[in-house]
């Protein structure tokens, strides 16, 4: 049967009225929460597996090594979900929880040091109430409900418990939109900044969505530097049943666990925005990482962008992620990385989004995409650009996101430009005729633009959407005038970067000259 329309917003409504009847911060509630929707997956997972596997033999005979064999994780007697719910009277319900993370953990090395033991934080009330709560889930549900309900909860804790824009949670149209154009059908997946690991599990329903099975077509690798947001990975990616290799608390500006020069098909990832202090001494030699050279301004986004590039696969790698948009227009030491991954070929599409589509971060973002296997296509000396700032949905005063056929959409004109199938499930039909009304790629002004590297050339090597694909007349009220005071404010801290950088030069070239 499917899931009840909106089962997913009553299960966090009740949710969240018992965390406002509780005295914990968000912090210490969503982890919790958020393991024991993993907790009743793992037990409704543990239940079927059970059935097929004992037929008509007697338990005794079947180990957990037969459960690992299916993918699915071993639920020791202890940490069943109809045990915990059914507690006596007077039971310390935190303990119980806490010994049944532990021994899952002790059957499943899958989840080994992810699952929580804090529960004892807990009223005893709310716990037999969350545990109520999550057993109203129907026991035969199709599809991937728990991941589903996962997710959901995931994305609503993240406005409350986020310090930074993309810390560990990137919004799932942001997601879908990076997963549909990438079109990741098949290999190695690698996000070195995967947060809750949303990249992998989007890619892996895409996958499902076009009738494959998504652990057997791609494996997952990733870096995660935060502890706690590893172990919301790890248990993200187990409640949709996806294995994958994800290193904790290292840092891939100076660490490389997953040796990944020319290593994966796919890269995807939401790095931190402009991060300044990175030890540039450390890493100003690692070549094969870093490409193209140091940037000698203090912002990190150059070390990512070649981060990406150099993991690909050199003859068919592909990646996509989110940047801040003055790293497109960057000038200095980053122009001229710029310039060098420009003339690579690599660079393939460029979409700039509309503000307010994260938490915390209300600046607008660009998507870049790039694909080492294009030098072999006739795409080679060209770059689409696409101009999305205009394509949202306003949630509410502060929020915004793409619907699903917006999400589409963009991808449809990538796949045009690829001169490949566009795809109709979210209804794109109608807004592909008026566009693209003979079924081929076109330039359409104020959307979207292919410019030949001359071209690109021309503009100072900007990889900025704007200044290819023109304008349209908007009128007067479509202009929002915080959204354009804060791209200002992002222009002039880049200025200020840039004219540091200009004074650390003549200062030493002044020094140079008096020591002559």
């Known amino acids: 049967m499917p899931l009840p329309p909106d089962f997913e917003k009553r299960l966090w409504t009740a949710a969240d009225q018992l965390w406002t009847n509780s005295t914990l911060k968000p912090s210490q509630y969503s982890t919790p929460v958020l393991a024991l929707i993993f907790l009743k997956y793992a037990d409704h997972r543990f239940t079927e597996a059970e059935k097929e596997l004992t037929g008509g033999r007697r338990r005794g005979t ?14 020791p007697e202890q940490a069943r979900f ?40 807990f009223e005893t009330e709310t716990l037999k109430e969350l545990l109520k709560l999550f057993n109203t889930v129907p026991g035969d549900v199709e599809g991937d409900v728990f991941g589903r309900i ?37 290999g190695t997946i690698y996000d070195p900044a995967c947060g809750s690991g949303g990249m992998f599990v989007q890619s892996a329903n895409f996958i499902a969505e ?55 098909d796919f890269v995807m990832a939401n790095p931190p925005f402009n991060q300044n202090a990175v030890d540039r001494g450390r890493i100003k030699d690692d070549t094969k990482r870093y490409p193209f050279g140091m940037p000698t301004t203090d912002n990190a986004n150059y070390l990512w962008i070649q981060l990406f590039y150099s993991s690909l696969k050199r003859d068919k790698g592909r990646a996509g992620f989110v940047m801040a948009n003055s790293a497109a227009d960057a000038r200095g030491t980053e122009l001229e990385i710029r310039k060098k991954l420009i003339e690579s070929g690599a660079v393939d599409v460029i979409v700039s989004l509309t503000s307010n589509l ?13 694909d080492r296997g294009k030098a072999k296509t006739e795409r080679k000396d060209k770059v689409l650009f696409i ?16 619907t699903a056929e917006q999400v589409e959409f963009l991808a449809n004109i990538v796949r045009l430009y690829r001169d490949t199938e566009p795809e109709g499930a979210h209804g794109t039909a109608k807004l592909m ?11 359409v002004l104020g959307l979207c633009k292919v410019a030949t590297r001359k071209e690109i050339e021309g503009q100072g090597f900007s ?54």
């Open 62 to 75: 079947v180990g957990k090594e037969d459960y690992h064999a299916l993918g699915v994780l071993y639920v």
């Open 82 to 121: 109809s045990r915990l719910l059914n507690l006596p009277e007077g039971a310390d319900i935190g303990k119980e929880l806490n010994n049944a993370m532990k021994a899952i953990e002790g059957d499943n090395d899958e989840v080994k040091g992810v699952l929580p033991r804090t529960y004892g934080s």
């Open 150 to 186: 996962y997710e959901y909860f995931l994305g609503n804790f993240a406005p409350r418990t986020l310090e930074k824009g993309g810390e560990f949670y990137t919004p799932y149209s942001v997601v879908r939109l990076i997963v549909e154009i990438l079109e990741p059908y098949h």
């Open 210 to 264: 076009h009738q494959k099975t998504p652990t057997d077509e791609i494996s997952i690798y990733g870096v995660e530097k935060i502890a706690e947001t590893y172990k919301l990975a790890k248990m993200n990616l187990a409640v949709h049943g996806l294995a994958s290799d994800i290193k904790s608390q290292l840092n891939s500006y100076y660490d490389d666990p997953h040796d990944s020069v020319g290593k994966f």
């Open 358 to 370: 994260f938490y915390t971060v209300t600046l607008p973002v660009t998507l870049w995409f790039l």
């Open 387 to 402: 101009d999305a700032r205009h394509r949202f949905r306003q949630v509410d005063r502060a929020h915004r996101e793409m």
């Open 433 to 443: 005729k008026e566009h693209f009304p003979k079924g081929k790629y076109v330039d």
């Open 463 to 516: 990889l900025n959407p704007g200044r290819y694909v023109g304008a349209v007349e908007r009128a007067d009220d479509d202009f929002d005038f915080k959204e354009k005071f804060e791209e200002l404010n992002e222009q002039l801290e880049v200025l200020n970067a840039e004219a540091r950088e200009l004074e650390t030069r003549i200062a030493a070239g002044v020094a140079t000259i008096l020591e002559a």
